[in-house]
């Protein structure tokens, strides 16, 4: 008949309680499927059960569980469990938990679902959404994904996500996201990200704090903070966008401005450095700043290329960082036992100081070390490689600024590396020019 409400569909024992008014509370439900109104004990079915208000207690079905407001106690199901309120207690299913509300509960499941704030142990097989604040411990195959906050440990099989702050640990394969400020932990295969770090980031790639780390970040390959206030870079590259307030170790280090040091094979400060730089190639804008390593420029360094001769490595071609007292350089040169068709070589590094002498002249003095191979010539008498140790006093004469003519005097011992014996001594005789 017109506006005669439809019975619900129910193929299942009931045992009731007390009334609620006009409706009962079954205490114990067994059956096919069941539609009760609220449950206060034991319901046992093998397709599905729904309870349309309240669930307290046990819950068990073939294919699913639904309450429509809170459940207190088990739900086990095969494939889903529904909760349209607050969620206490354990809910497991084979694919889906879905609570519409707050969970204070264990959910296990492939999917695990919680409309807004999570306060427990999610342990999804694949996925666990929560559309609020996580606070608790996460565990999923794929990953977690938290729409605001997150407080506790999350571990997902590939990725973690906090929409907002992230308090605790992210641990995962590949990549760990905090969308605001995280403080605690991140360790991530792949790499990590968020905006503002107080704590450790760990990746086997990549870290990036998008505005300001303190703290540690350690990678394999790159650590990107806009601005270090008390940290540590670690990683092949590290890059600080503004200033470093900290320290930065690794093969190439890059900062805007340094309060601290960088010790690296090459050292790139973009403007002031109150601190120190350590490293093979140094590089500021501060004429001021401590550099200790084999070549350092800043803005009044001078690059000159050399080109000459001598009696020791026939032709040569070095490269030279001019200071305002001192310089180095690096550079190579060939045929180092005889000028005929079997190649000898060697790769060298000099340090030296430099003054003016008079008018144009200037007079210098450097200690080199060199690396000679000698390749085909190798023999009973001369080993495959072998090192020298060299002293030079140079007189140059610039008759313009960007030229210049030089000639060089000075000792050379050249040893062998495998044994304690000299290979030879003799005096150097060298003559070349200077060019920029």
């Known amino acids: 008949m017109p506006g005669k409400k439809k019975k619900p569909a129910n193929a299942s024992v009931n045992i009731y309680g ?7 509370s079954a205490r114990f439900n067994l059956g096919l499927f069941s539609n009760i109104y609220q449950l206060e004990g034991i319901g046992i079915n093998s397709l599905w059960s729904i309870t349309q208000n309240e669930s307290k207690g046990i819950q068990l079905s073939g294919l699913g569980n639904m309450s ?40 296990v499941s492939s999917i695990n679902i919680v409309g807004e704030e999570s306060n427990g142990l999610l342990i999804g097989g694949l996925l666990n959404i929560t559309g609020g604040n996580t606070r608790g411990m996460q565990v999923a195959g794929i990953g977690n994904v938290n729409v605001e906050d997150q407080t506790g440990l999350a571990i997902g099989g590939l990725v973690n996500v906090a929409g907002k702050e992230m308090k605790g640990a992210q641990i995962t394969t590949l990549l760990n996201i905090s969308a605001d400020e995280t403080k605690g932990i991140q360790l991530a295969g792949l790499g990590n990200i968020t905006i503002r770090q107080q704590g450790v980031q760990l990746s086997a790639l990549s870290n990036i704090a998008a505005s300001e780390m303190k703290g540690i970040q350690l990678a394999g390959g790159t650590n990107i903070a806009m601005k270090v206030d008390k940290g540590i870079q670690l990683a092949a590259a590290n890059m600080c966008m503004e200033e ?70 026939k032709t040569n071609i070095a490269v030279r960082f001019r200071n305002r007292l001192f310089y180095t350089m690096l550079g190579f040169g060939t045929h180092y036992l005889s000028l005929n068709k079997k190649f000898s070589g ?37 080993p495959e490689r072998m090192y020298a140790l060299q002293g030079r006093i140079n007189l140059e004469y610039h008759p313009v600024s960007k030229f210049g003519i030089f000639a060089s005097t000075g000792y050379g011992v050249t040893r062998h590396y495998n044994k304690n014996r ?15």
């Not at 969620?87 to 509960?105: D, E, H, P, R, T």
């Not at 100081?353 to 009973?380: A, K, M, T």
Request: aromatic share 8%; glycine share 14%.
């Open 346 to 382: 060697a790769t060298f590094y000099r340090a030296g100081v430099h003054f003016p002498f008079r008018n144009n002249f200037d007079l210098s003095s450097d200690l080199g070390y060199y690396h000679i191979e000698n390749f085909e010539n190798e023999s009973v008498k001369v």
């Open 244 to 313: 470093l307030k900290g320290t930065q170790i690794g093969v190439g280090n890059y900062a805007t401005e340094i309060k601290g040091a960088q010790l690296g094979i090459i050292n790139i400060c973009g403007g002031k450095v109150k601190g120190v730089q350590i490293g093979i190639i140094n590089h500021s804008k501060d004429t001021s700043t401590v550099k200790i390593g084999l070549v350092n420029v800043n803005p009044t360094t001078r690059i000159q290329l050399l080109a000459y001769g001598g009696n020791t490595t």
């Open 68 to 107: 429509g407001s809170n459940q207190a106690g088990l739900q086990f199901s095969g494939l889903a469990n529904i909760t349209g309120g607050n969620a206490s207690g354990v809910s497991g299913s084979g694919l889906l938990n879905i609570v519409a509300m707050k969970s204070n509960a264990l959910l």
């Open 422 to 436: 000299v290979y030879e001594k003799k005096p150097i005789i060298e003559i070349g020019i200077i060019l920029f």
């Open 18 to 24: 007390h009334h609620n008014g006009s409706f009962k």
